[in-house]
């Protein structure tokens, strides 16, 4: 273990990755305002590994790493982890359970009839209609950053409307965050879109070879998801839900079954020729193609490796804008491109037309490992 230095949401902050040798299953990482926190953290993990011997049997590495952690953050209080532990037990008997969104969004409106003006109360449902359409039957605790902003992006709607909408799902957040129902907001990071039609930000076919490559020698687990976002133009949701039996390599397809996909609809998604050979370490079976199934996870690794490959600022919903943007450019076929995405001719059409030249498609869906690897990584 050792820490390194990493950038999350625009903050400099250090990062101390936890292996599957350690942790016994998912990777896992910490991060920390301060070196030397993060120092700490490592030789007080490995010192109390160390004390344990025979106990690590009883108390896997992963929960021994997330006890130090817990006590860490506990220790300026002056309180213990079994203090904090059992205050949490009194404070929430029978355990905490999470309404849907939808079952929250009534009590919510309710409340909002009795002191609302009849045109604000109706700006609200027509609004929340977009939300409850997507994540009504979803547990509040279960709505995620990642899912938002992937969904945001397929709004088809004004950039000021799609801000609006944004706005007022904050805003019944924030009203379970003040329940005490959720300790995060998830909607409120979620960038708002400027009111300009300005294109969708992509990867130049050199920025994904430098991503690609900062992969390869950082995180090669890694790689297989990042080329199928890429080149295949996933879902960040999507993709952290795929599993080896999902791809059909024989036939040059990869499955996106309707359980894991936006839409809830199955499609196929073609493996283009130069996508084949970045999937090569993958094989059939249960396993998770990118070691977690919590695409916030997978999106703070991705920018992580995008400040080693030097692409600062990192464009948002970048491996799928430049999927969408290059197949656009190279096929001239919104149709054939929406079928491939999981969304509709209509918001292809008005993204991505004209956003790049066909030559520039032809280069960036040239990219393969024998020619990424022979390039150095920008510093």
Same mark, same amino acid.
């Given at each position: 273990?050792?820490?390194?230095?990493?950038?999350?949401?625009?903050?400099?902050?250090?990062?101390?990755?936890?292996?599957?040798?350690?942790?016994?299953?998912?990777?896992?990482r910490?991060?920390?305002?301060?070196?030397?926190?993060?120092?700490?953290?490592?030789?007080?993990?490995?010192?109390?590994?160390?004390?344990?011997?025979?106990?690590?049997?009883?108390?896997?590495?992963?929960?021994?790493?997330?006890?130090?952690?817990?006590?860490?953050?506990?220790?300026?209080?002056?309180?213990?982890?079994?203090?904090?532990?059992?205050?949490?037990?009194?404070?929430?008997?029978?355990?905490?359970?999470?309404?849907?969104?939808?079952v929250?969004?009534?009590?919510?409106?309710?409340?909002?009839?009795?002191?609302?003006?009849?045109?604000?109360?109706?700006?609200?449902?027509?609004?929340?209609?977009?939300?409850? @359409? &997507?994540?009504?039957? +979803? #547990?509040?605790? !279960?709505?995620?950053q990642?899912?938002?902003?992937?969904? $945001?992006?397929? %709004?088809?709607?004004?950039?000021?409307?799609?801000?609006?909408?944004?706005?007022?799902?904050t805003?019944?957040?924030?009203d379970?965050?003040?329940?005490?129902?959720l300790?995060?907001?998830?909607?409120?990071?979620?960038?708002?879109?400027?009111?300009?039609?300005?294109?969708?930000?992509?990867?130049?076919?050199?920025? @994904? &070879?430098?991503?690609? +490559? #900062?992969?390869? !020698?950082?995180?090669?687990?890694?790689v297989?998801?990042? $080329?199928?976002? %890429?080149?295949?133009?996933?879902?960040?949701?999507?993709?952290?839900?795929?599993?080896?039996?999902?791809?059909?390599l024989?036939?040059?397809?990869?499955?996106?079954?309707?359980?894991?996909?936006?839409?809830?609809?199955?499609?196929?998604?073609?493996?283009?020729?130069?996508?084949?050979?970045?999937?090569?370490?993958?094989?059939?079976?249960?396993?998770?193609?990118?070691?977690?199934?919590?695409?916030?996870?997978?999106?703070?690794?991705?920018?992580? %490796?995008?400040?080693?490959?030097?692409?600062?600022?990192?464009?948002?919903?970048?491996?799928?804008?430049?999927?969408?943007?290059?197949?656009?450019?190279?096929?001239?076929?919104?149709?054939?491109?929406?079928?491939?995405?999981?969304?509709?001719?209509?918001?292809?059409?008005?993204?991505?037309?004209?956003?790049?030249?066909?030559?520039?498609?032809?280069?960036?869906?040239?990219?393969?490992?024998?020619?990424?690897?022979?390039?150095?990584?920008?510093?």
């Open positions: 273990m050792k820490a390194t230095k990493t950038a999350v949401h625009g903050l400099v902050r250090w990062c101390v990755r936890l292996g599957r040798k350690f942790t016994g299953g998912d990777p896992q910490r991060y920390f305002d301060r070196r030397a926190d993060a120092n700490l953290f490592i030789e007080e993990t490995l010192a109390a590994q160390e004390r344990l011997g025979d106990l690590a049997e009883v108390l896997p590495a992963a929960q021994l790493a997330d006890a130090v952690h817990a006590t860490q953050h506990l220790k300026p209080y002056g309180v213990t982890l079994t203090e904090a532990a059992d205050f949490y037990v009194r404070a929430h008997p029978g355990g905490r359970k999470s309404p849907t969104l939808e929250f969004t009534r009590g919510f409106l309710a409340a909002r009839k009795l002191s609302c003006k009849s045109h604000t109360l109706a700006t609200y449902h027509s609004e929340l209609k977009h939300v409850l @359409a &997507e994540f009504g039957g +979803t #547990a509040l605790n !279960a709505i995620r990642a899912d938002i902003e992937e969904w $945001a992006a397929d %709004l088809d709607l004004a950039p000021r409307s799609i801000a609006n909408v944004l706005n007022t799902f805003t019944v957040l924030n379970a965050v003040r329940k005490e129902l300790t995060r907001n998830a909607a409120e990071f979620v960038p708002r879109p400027p009111n300009t039609t300005a294109p969708p930000g992509i990867l130049m076919p050199t920025q @994904a &070879e430098a991503l690609l +490559t #900062a992969a390869q !020698a950082h995180d090669p687990t890694l297989p998801a990042i $080329a199928i976002g %890429l080149f295949a133009g996933l879902r960040r949701s999507e993709i952290c839900a795929l599993r080896g039996r999902h791809l059909i024989e036939e040059h397809l990869i499955e996106v079954p309707a359980d894991i996909a936006k839409t809830r609809q199955r499609r196929l998604v073609d493996i283009r020729p130069n996508l084949r050979p970045w999937l090569t370490s993958i094989r059939p079976g249960e396993a998770l193609l990118t070691g977690t199934a919590n695409a916030d996870v997978f999106g703070g690794w991705l920018h992580e %490796l995008a400040v080693t490959a030097g692409i600062v600022p990192w464009p948002h919903n970048a491996l799928r804008h430049s999927f969408a943007s290059y197949l656009m450019a190279l096929t001239q076929n919104e149709t054939h491109v929406a079928s491939q995405m999981g969304n509709s001719p209509a918001v292809i059409f008005k993204h991505y037309r004209a956003v790049v030249r066909p030559a520039t498609a032809t280069a960036f869906f040239n990219l393969l490992p024998s020619n990424v690897t022979t390039h150095p990584i920008p510093q």
